[in-house]
């Protein structure tokens, strides 16, 4: 998304503008809690941020080549190892293939995170918190429809799941203009959500957004 046409803008407009850039950030980084390999994803109740406990911080992109792993966000590399060598003699592995992929979405290795997923739902029934987690690697990737159909996938899986309906709003606002479905999403997210900070900041920005549009 680029902003550089803005610099014109008078200074009040510049500032609506920087808040909506760093709720845009703020919202970038968020995700559910990440599922427990071999358990049933837990559908938070309604931790902060895109997806709440998203809330993997940001880590550099490493586009190291997975034989010789870079440093993945602290992941003792032993564990990376281990992980690739199951999947090797295993492509089965359902528990290896998400643990990995939560390791390189932790790390922003988009792709590798986008193929470990779809292998592990290939091998199991979906949760929407894998799914949502997918959803972000799409996005990330730049692959905005891909996005928004595994939000709905997952948000139609669980009805009223909050995570998936706000990364729809971030994607449909942000990287797709496409303002009033946003809109529509977003009423149906205060549906579920009324409470909660972090979506009326969203619903600031996204109106930022809009008029400065």
Do not use: C
Request: glycine content about 8%; aromatic content about 8%.
């Amino acid at each position: 998304m680029t902003k550089d046409n803005l610099l014109f803008a008078a200074f009040g407009l510049l500032l609506g503008f920087i808040a909506a850039w760093l709720m845009f950030e703020k919202v970038s980084m968020s995700q559910p809690p990440r599922a427990v390999p071999g358990q049933t994803a837990v559908v938070p109740g309604g931790p902060a941020g895109m997806g709440g406990g998203t809330a993997a911080p940001p880590g550099a992109v490493m586009p190291g080549a997975e034989g010789n792993p870079p440093n993945m966000g602290g992941a003792p590399m032993a564990r990376v190892q281990e992980l690739q060598q199951r999947l090797e003699q295993n492509p089965q592995d359902a528990d290896a293939a998400l643990e990995l992929a939560n390791l390189n979405f932790d790390i922003e290795r988009w792709e590798r995170a986008r193929d470990l997923y779809l292998q592990y739902l290939s091998l199991r029934p979906a949760n929407p918190d894998i799914l949502n987690d997918l959803g972000v690697s799409y996005r990330e990737m730049g692959q905005f429809n891909e996005a928004i159909q595994t939000f709905r996938q997952a948000e139609e899986m669980v009805p009223g799941h909050w995570q998936s309906l706000f990364n729809q709003v971030v994607v449909l606002a942000f990287d797709l203009n496409q303002f009033d479905e946003a809109q529509r999403i977003l009423e149906e997210l205060r549906k579920v959500q009324p409470n909660n900070p972090d979506v009326e900041r969203l619903s600031q920005a996204i109106a930022q957004q809009r008029n400065a549009a």
